[in-house]
């Protein structure tokens, strides 16, 4: 494991200081404080192929590289802008419904801390609700948005949590993520802030705050219908320019913030503020709707089933695949396995759903079977190929 995740919380008399951008990043730097490390001069980059093969093989963590970003053609950039356009009043009113749901349960001093880089577009965009007129004479809240990296196997970064602790509450801060596929994340977490409570660190609350949980893992979400949220479509160019995180022994040392690099050469390709404008603009137009629909969540029965993860071991079983890590679940994974892994096929609920017109195109570009499943319990998975 990495020294800079392994080290005694609170250990350190000095802690590394948070990036912000636009000296790191794209976004403005009120939205996000960056617990990261700049590695932007690093050379992480590997073959996509080679890399899958060598994570598969157990010779590399998927941390420790970063894949070469993929940059879609003009035609999925275009499928980009009308997939946010269509979904903005949906995206608007999960961002407004989760974050009263926080408040409801949490009170109005909190803390948001996402999960760099899926949960830090859905962050910003929950700092910008509460900070606007909620409607029913709620007050604006000045909300504090950190992003920490957390990395499946590794655990969250430890240096984060130190840092955390000693400006704020621990008891105030809500993690948030953009969706849950089959829960692997909030598994994690929860495990993760345990060992460091157990270490010695403050006590962290795990409640994981979603935009989404198609996999009815977390209790705290603006819906659970698994629909396309605008910011999977995309890597670094919808995330502020930011890589995914890495944990990396030859560049993350003890008392280090895990690290991420900012791709500033995809400047011009840049959507990051456009996704987030569009979505704010929207908050007029469901303003109305927030009290009925938080009122329904409220009332609904959100204990976590994790019916995600059961319907993942069924198709893992059924395809044969050696582990649980190659089925993606939901839109937002399985998009990502589209941008970013080596996918071996598509499994589909419904053949020619208006929101897998993304899918279709990355699957084509790449050369992936796209397979019907009527009985699929998400709209739709990705497989990942084994590769060794």
């Known amino acids: 494991m990495n020294a800079a995740s392994n080290s005694s919380p609170g250990s350190a008399l000095d802690l590394p200081d948070p990036l912000y951008g636009p000296e790191f990043g794209s976004y403005a730097p009120h939205e996000v404080s960056w617990l990261l490390k700049d590695l932007s001069d690093a050379d992480l980059e590997a073959d996509v192929a080679e890399r899958e093969r060598r994570i598969q093989a157990g010779d590399a ?13 003009a035609a999925y950039r275009e499928l980009f802008d009308r997939v946010l356009t269509e979904s903005a009043h949906r995206l608007a009113l999960a961002v407004a419904t989760v974050s009263e749901l926080v408040v409801a349960e949490r009170g109005e001093n909190i803390v948001l801390v996402s999960l760099a880089r899926a949960g830090t577009p859905v962050g910003i965009l929950m700092k910008r609700w509460l900070g606007t007129d909620r409607g029913a004479g709620k007050a604006a809240l000045d909300v504090p948005h950190y992003a920490v990296s957390i990395v499946r196997d590794r655990g969250i970064d430890t240096v ?22 089959k829960g692997a994340i909030t598994r994690e977490l929860t495990e993760a802030l345990d060992t460091y409570h157990a270490a010695g660190g403050a006590r962290f609350d795990g409640e994981l705050a979603v935009l989404a949980d198609p996999g009815h893992c977390v209790r705290t979400y603006g819906t659970r219908d698994d629909f396309l949220i605008a910011s999977a479509c995309l890597n670094s160019t919808v995330s502020g320019l930011i890589s995914r995180t890495v944990l990396n022994d030859t560049l993350i040392g003890p008392g280090e913030f895990h690290g991420a690099k900012f791709y500033r050469d995809l400047a011009e390709a840049d959507v990051s503020g456009r996704l987030l404008d569009t979505i704010s603009a929207a908050f007029d137009s469901v303003r109305d709707r927030v009290p009925a629909e938080l009122a329904a969540v ?3 029965d959100r204990t976590p089933t994790w019916s995600g993860w059961a319907s993942v071991e069924k198709v893992r079983e059924e395809y044969g695949i050696a582990s649980v890590n190659f089925v993606k679940p939901g839109v937002g994974e399985t998009t990502r396995v589209l941008l970013r892994r080596v996918p071996w096929r598509v499994l589909v609920r419904e053949a020619d759903a208006p929101e897998h017109a993304h899918l279709r195109l990355l699957a084509a570009a790449r050369g992936v079977p796209v397979e019907v499943v009527p009985d699929l319990a998400y709209s739709c998975m990705g497989l990942i190929k084994e590769v060794q």
């Open 298 to 300: 409220l009332a609904s």
């Open 160 to 181: 984060a949590l130190d840092y955390i602790a000693r400006h704020h509450d621990p008891a105030s801060v809500v993690f948030v993520d953009g969706w849950t596929g």
């Open 61 to 73: 963590h998927y941390a420790e590289s970063l894949p070469i970003e993929f940059q879609p053609d």
